[in-house]
C-alpha cells in the first residue's frame, strides 16, 4: 500500500512538472530547450524551444540566458542583439468538420444533402521558439536597448 501512494505521488509530481512546460535546458531529443551555433569568432546564433506549456516570455528569457552563458564562457562582458525573432507553431487539438455524400445501389441511388465545414480546432496548443543573433563585447556595455550585461542577465 506504502509502495502505491508513494508510486501515485511521484506520478502526480511528475505530471505537475511538464505541465510547466520546458525549463532551462540543453535541447532534448524533441528539440525543446536551447541549442547555439557559433557563426564567426565572437558572433552566435542562439535558439530556445519551448513545448506547448512554455510560456513566449520564458522562451525569450531562457535565450538570453544562455546569450550571457556564451559570452561569460568566453571571457566577454556584454553581448548585443543583432537581430531576434519569436515564433509560434500551433500543435495538436482535434479537428471537428462535416460532410455530404451519394451512393448507387444497383438499380436504386441515394443523395444525401447536407452542410459542411470546419468547426475549428479543438485543444491544440502553442509552441514558441526564440532566435538570437549576439555579437560578443569586453569592456563597458555600451548603452541601448539592444545590449546586455552578461553578469546581469544571469544574475537574475
Known amino acids: ?15 505537475c512538472a511538464t505541465a510547466v512546460g520546458t525549463g532551462y535546458q540543453a535541447a532534448d531529443s524533441k528539440g525543446y530547450g536551447y541549442a547555439d551555433q557559433r557563426i564567426e569568432g565572437d558572433r552566435y546564433r542562439v535558439t530556445f524551444r519551448g ?13 538570453l540566458k544562455r546569450a550571457a552563458e556564451i ?7 556584454w553581448f548585443r ?6 515564433e509560434a507553431e500551433d500543435k495538436g487539438g482535434v479537428g471537428i468538420g462535416a460532410g455530404v455524400g451519394t451512393g448507387s445501389y444497383g438499380r436504386s441511388s441515394g443523395v444525401s ?6 468547426l ?5 496548443k502553442r ?5 538570437l543573433e549576439v555579437l560578443l563585447g569586453k569592456g563597458s556595455k555600451p548603452d541601448g536597448p539592444d545590449y546586455y550585461d552578461a553578469a546581469g542577465v544571469l544574475a537574475q
Open 51 to 63: 513545448d506547448g506549456a512554455t510560456p513566449p516570455e520564458a522562451v525569450e528569457g531562457f535565450a
Open 113 to 118: 444533402v447536407g452542410v459542411g465545414g470546419d
Open 1 to 15: 500500500m506504502r509502495h502505491a501512494l508513494l508510486t501515485l505521488a511521484a506520478a502526480l509530481l511528475a505530471s
Open 120 to 124: 475549428g480546432t479543438i485543444g491544440a
Open 81 to 86: 542583439v543583432a537581430s531576434r525573432s519569436l
Open 127 to 131: 509552441f514558441y521558439t526564440a532566435r
Open 71 to 77: 559570452a561569460r564562457s568566453n571571457g566577454y562582458d
